[in-house]
Every structure is written in C-alpha cells, then in structure tokens.
Nanobody
Framework: QVQLVESGGGLVQAGGSLRLSCVVS????????MDWYRQAPGQERELVAH???????NYANSVKGRFTISRDNVKNTVYLQMNSLKPEDTADYIC???????????????????WGQGTLVTVSS
C-alpha cells in the first residue's frame, strides 16, 4: 500500500536546474525521514540528501550548495531542487523513506523503509 513515486527527471544542459518530486502514499510520510539517493551505471548507490521528520537536512559534499531537499507535509511530498547541474550528476535518482514509531512505554521503536522506482536525470555537457 505504501508507494513512493518520483517525477521530474529528464535531460538538462550543464549549469541548468531540475526539481524532482517524490509523492508518498500510505500514511507514513509524517513519521518518515526522507532521502534522495542516486546511482549511476557501474557505481554504488550514493546518498545525496536527507531530511528528518523535523526538517533538518544533510547533503553529500558533492552536491552541497547546489542541491536543496525540502518536504511538504500537507502534500506528502519531498523535493530535490538541483541547481548548477554537472555531467557527473547524471544518475537514476531514487526516493527513500524510513518510517519509525514508538511501540511501547519503554521507548522501543520499529523501523520500516521504502524505495521508489527512480527517475533518470541526464546532464549533458
């Protein structure tokens, strides 16, 4: 029932911008930290950006200052604004959710994670 659906990928010239969206269904968004990963052919999956349930963010050094992650808790959507794109940003961009909740009075938590299908970003030189 939980689904993560990305959109916004495409072909852009170096120096251009794209805004990716990930819509989360299944009533888990408000309890989930969200991530954007990317994976290029032959490369390992890389964490690009993270946003907590409270809105704090972290970025990979390679995108710091160029990318911005944000979330809209009304629309259940996480965004990745990508500016000053470089050819090395070319990759499949994948949305990721980590849902946690407290399950007992002692503070124990359960954790579930979900992945989107990805959206392809191609940056030409």
């Amino acid at each position: 029932q939980v689904q993560l659906v990305e959109s916004g990928g495409g072909l852009v010239q170096a120096g251009g911008s794209l805004r990716l969206s990930c819509v989360v269904s299944g009533n888990i968004f408000s309890g989930s930290s969200m991530d954007w990963y990317r994976q290029a052919p032959g490369q390992e999956r890389e964490l690009v950006a993270h946003i907590s349930t409270g809105g704090s963010t972290n970025y990979a050094n390679s995108v710091k200052g160029r990318f911005t992650i944000s979330r809209d808790n009304v629309k259940n959507t996480v965004y990745l604004q990508m500016n000053s794109l470089k050819p090395e940003d070319t990759a499949d961009y994948i949305c990721h959710a980590v849902f946690t909740k407290v399950v007992n009075v002692e503070g124990a938590t359960v954790r579930k994670e979900y992945w989107g299908q990805g959206t392809l970003v191609t940056v030409s030189s």
